[in-house]
């Protein structure tokens, strides 16, 4: 089925482990997300990327970094983690245009993550 | 004050009630999306709205840009309509980032 494939599902880490969260998506969207959403709180951009070559810091980039391998794939890494880490992520895909506008979102089916 | 409300924040309502849920901003934005979150935690895309009214099946999204306000409504609710449904507002042309509302959690009963 066309989307945005997520993995891994779940993960558990240490604290001080880290681990690359992938995602690819097949609808030839130029632009890619990666969010969390915690408790009590709504999504929140972590990075996005615009078009393939080009990332840039959302709302909470802190202890993140991204690769935007190709058009279809943005990979999440967490270099060192933390309990304050610990989230459901979401990756999303959009055709987001210019002038044009947008025409809405794609998202993956999450990644709970746990830091221990 | 965020950003983008919601309200309400949880409805509880019998099956084959109509629901309506509120959404009011206070950004200048782009567009308004609508998106539904299952018990089992995957995100759909129901509405992507810059004026106006759309409908699909049972779901309605209006959009009040001068009033910065969005209502979706459910006409004849089912229990699977159970969900978190979340509204989130995209700045204006060029901007990248969407700014959610923490959701409304909806619960139908047979």
């Known amino acids: 089925n066309a989307g945005v494939t997520q993995t891994p599902k779940f993960q558990v880490l240490k604290t001080g482990q880290s681990m690359t969260l992938q995602c690819a998506q097949d609808m030839n969207h130029n632009s890619m997300y990666w969010y969390r959403q915690d408790p009590g709180m709504g999504l929140r951009l972590i990075y996005y990327?615009?078009?393939?070559?080009?990332?840039d810091k959302g709302e909470v980039p802190n202890g993140y970094n991204v690769s935007r391998l190709n058009k279809r794939e943005f990979s999440l890494r967490l270099e060192s983690a933390a309990p304050s880490q610990t989230s459901v992520y979401f990756c999303?895909?959009?055709?987001?245009?210019?002038?044009?506008?947008?025409?809405?979102?794609?998202f993956g089916s999450g990644t709970r993550l746990t830091v221990v | 004050k965020n950003e983008v409300e919601q309200s309400p924040q949880n409805l509880t309502a019998q099956e084959g009630e109509f629901i309506t849920i509120n959404c009011s901003y206070s950004?200048?934005?782009?567009?308004l999306h609508w998106l539904q979150q299952h018990p089992g935690g995957g995100i759909v895309s129901l509405f992507m709205?810059?004026?106006g009214k759309k409908k699909h099946g049972r779901l309605i999204a209006t959009i009040n840009i001068q009033e910065k306000h969005s209502s979706l409504h459910i006409t004849a609710s089912h229990p699977r309509d159970s969900a978190v449904y979340i509204c989130a507002v995209k700045g204006p042309q060029g901007a990248q980032k969407l700014v959610f509302g923490q959701g409304t959690r909806l619960t139908i009963n047979p």
């Open positions: 999303a895909s959009s055709e987001a245009g210019g002038a044009g506008g947008d025409y809405g979102y794609t």
């Open positions: 950004v200048g934005i782009s567009a």
């Open positions: 709205l810059s004026s």
């Open positions: 990327s615009a078009s393939e070559g080009t990332t």
